[in-house]
């Protein structure tokens, strides 16, 4: 599985971001995404399961959601109301089998990564 994450950018505080991950198979996996700031460890943002459940970080729920529309094989995550320590390189990624969903040495395949700067 390939995956290519998209709609990075650079915004002010208070904006918005939608990233759109599509993977080039189908997966009935549950897909995340990741963060990992400068000098920082990926640290888990949001999952969802082939169902729909979602799962979110404390620092994230109320502001981010994650969606996905599996007839396309793609991914979303909608970022309202962001704050300049939502600056990160974010990853999309494919969840493989052990481990926690947050954990992301569950995940087995992993998208490039798209950048997201927020300005205060």
């Known amino acids: 599985v390939q995956l290519q994450a998209s709609g990075g950018g650079s915004v002010q505080a208070g904006g918005s971001l939608r990233l759109s991950c599509v993977a080039s198979?189908?997966?009935?996996?549950?897909m995340g995404w990741f963060r990992q700031a400068p000098g920082k460890e990926r640290e888990f943002v949001a999952a969802i399961t082939w169902s729909g459940s979602t799962y979110y970080a404390d620092s994230v729920k109320g502001r981010f959601t994650i969606s996905r529309d599996n007839a396309k094989n793609t991914v979303y995550l909608q970022m309202n109301s962001l704050k300049p320590e939502d600056t990160a390189v974010y990853y999309c990624a494919v969840r493989g089998s052990g481990s926690t969903l947050y954990d992301r040495g569950g995940y087995n395949y992993w998208g490039q990564g798209t950048q997201v700067t927020v300005s205060s």
């Open positions: 198979g189908r997966t009935l996996s549950t």
